[in-house]
Structures are given as C-alpha cells and as structure tokens.
C-alpha cells in the first residue's frame, strides 16, 4: 500500500514526493499517504467531467477517512489502508477540511498547499521533529528552482536535492 502511494505521489505531486525523500523513512511513509490522499482528490476532476459524479466521489472519500477515524477498518484502498496509520498521527478535522474544500471547489482545484503543509508538519513534528529543517530546506530549495526554472528541469532539481541533501 505505501509503495502504490509513494508511486501515485511522484506521477501526479512529483514536488511533494521529492520533498517527502527528507524525512527518515517511518515518517516517509506515513506523509506520503497524506499526500497520496491530496493526489486521489485532485484526480476526481480529471476522472469525471460531471459535477454530480465528481462530487459522489468526494464524498466517498470523506466517509471512508470518517469511518477510519471512527474506528472502521479501511476499505480495499490502498490510500485508505495507508492513511488508517495516520490516524495517530494526524487529527481528523484537518483532513475532513482539506476534503471539504475539494467538493466545495469543484470543478475546480482548491489551494491546499498550505493546508498540505501544515498536516505535513504536524506528522513529522509527532513522529520525526529532528527531520523538519531537512523537510522545510527541501520544500523552500523546490519552489525556487519552480519559480526560476518552471517544470521542465526535474533533473536539475533531482541533481540539486541530493547535493543538499
């Protein structure tokens, strides 16, 4: 399950799964079902053209990360089953409303980056606090290569993170 979310992550949130690459492999695993979880959403647009089927979709996912929270084993998801780790980890209203602004935006993308980030550093603060800075110099080191370079450098940026790193 943690190896179909760390794929989903790099095809469809490639800035994400590089950064996630900054933190000690136990907390990497949980934070890329946080983002796994973001990738899932943000394809429901790109899945369906109609609106009251995007918006089925979404909903779906808020019941099932509401019945994991609420004790329920997850569904035959591996999104699911990975994020029934963060349960711990991660207080639920923060998910319940990056999932809320996704339906309240549809058909169009919400901006969740702040969002995403701060779930991210409630993980690591709980799980890893010691690899944060790693994190945040990743995160920072990324979006000026973005602004910079646009997104047609990966490997530049590839290159340039495992320097850093």
């Given at each position: 399950m943690f190896s179909y979310c760390a794929d989903l992550v790099k095809r469809h949130r490639r800035d994400d799964f590089l950064q996630s690459l900054f933190v000690p492999a136990e907390a990497r695993e949980t934070m890329l079902a946080l983002y796994a979880l973001n990738a899932e959403l943000s394809q429901v647009r790109d899945k369906t053209g109609e609106e009251l089927i995007g918006q089925v979709r979404l909903a779906w996912w808020q019941e099932a990360v509401s019945a994991i929270y609420d004790g329920h084993p997850p569904r035959e998801q591996p999104v699911l089953q990975a994020l029934a780790q963060v349960t711990g980890h991660v207080p639920q209203e923060p998910?319940?409303?990056?999932?809320?602004?996704?339906?309240?935006?549809?058909?169009?993308?919400?901006?969740?980056?702040?969002?995403?980030?701060?779930?991210?550093?409630v993980l690591l603060?709980?799980?890893?606090?010691?690899?944060?800075?790693?994190?945040?110099?990743?995160?920072?080191?990324?979006?000026?290569?973005?602004k910079r370079y646009g997104d047609g450098r990966n490997g530049w940026l590839n290159l340039k993170l495992l320097i850093a790193g």
């Open positions: 998910l319940m409303a990056l999932i809320d602004s996704y339906r309240e935006y549809f058909p169009e993308l919400p901006d969740v980056e702040a969002a995403m980030d701060e779930l991210a550093l603060r709980a799980i890893s606090p010691q690899s944060e800075p790693g994190w945040q110099k990743a995160k920072s080191m990324i979006a000026k290569h973005r």
